[in-house]
């Protein structure tokens, strides 16, 4: 099992839509955990961070379950510039870095 | 702010040659991290440091990679001799002393090994 697993998409919505995806991670014992956003030919860049009670950020709500070891990022509203890939973050197995997912794609279109 | 910065931007060379790509952190954070980006692979943590000591290089995909930071305000990676499978988008990232704080990248590197 990889230590940190996303669905790769690409997920296609159109604008306004509302969209969510998830992410699984291996070390139940990660305490940090974070969503990035990677526009094509560009470094990733922190979306935000998940935690554990949930939070919330304009349209985005990000989530933790530590019982089912995922993560998920709710995106409400969707507009073009969402259009990107998302990466999550969680620590490795070890617990000594932490690890990115290989990242979903959103494209939203008008 | 300065965030991290990366040189060079793009690299082409021929396979067999050594190189080498640069990282300056942000000033003030103890961690430092080299992640290599592919289609096939996604983003993969390389090695990463701190305090300039390497932690955990177990990332590393061979004996031709190799990274040292001398001091806290510059890391190399080198790849000696370069392989065209070696072509990928290196980024360095570094985030602040706690380590499970949010990495910060520089622009990456794109890498051609021809």
């Known amino acids: 099992r990889k230590e940190v697993e996303q669905d790769p998409g690409p997920f296609n919505v159109p604008e306004g839509a509302t969209v969510a995806f998830n992410c699984t991670y291996s070390?139940?014992?990660?305490?940090?955990f974070f969503w990035y956003r990677q526009d094509c030919r560009k470094e990733p860049k922190l979306l935000m961070s998940v935690y554990s009670s949930g939070n919330e950020d304009g349209r985005f709500t990000a989530q933790l379950n530590r019982a089912s070891q995922y993560i998920s990022l709710l995106i409400r509203d969707s507009k073009l510039s969402d259009s990107a890939t998302y990466l999550c973050?969680?620590?490795?197995?070890?617990?000594?870095?932490?690890?990115f997912g290989k990242g979903t794609t959103l494209s939203v279109s008008s | 702010d300065a965030g991290v910065i990366q040189s060079p931007r793009h690299e082409v060379t021929e396979m067999g040659q050594e190189v080498t790509l640069r990282c300056k952190p942000i000033s003030g954070h103890d961690y430092l991290f080299w992640y290599r980006q592919t289609m096939m692979r996604g983003l993969e943590l390389l090695i990463y440091?701190?305090?300039?000591?390497?932690?955990?290089d177990s990332g590393m995909p061979e004996d031709r990679f190799s990274a040292k930071m001398p001091n806290a305000s510059f890391s190399t990676l080198k790849i000696q001799p370069s392989e065209p499978r070696d072509s990928a988008v290196y980024f360095c990232?570094?985030?602040?002393?706690?380590?499970?704080?949010?990495?910060?990248f520089g622009d990456g590197t794109r890498l051609s090994i021809l």
């Open positions: 440091f701190n305090n300039n000591v390497p932690i955990d």
């Open positions: 990232a570094s985030s602040t002393p706690t380590g499970d704080q949010p990495q910060h």
């Open positions: 070390n139940s014992a990660s305490q940090s």
């Open positions: 973050v969680a620590h490795n197995q070890a617990g000594t870095a932490l690890i």
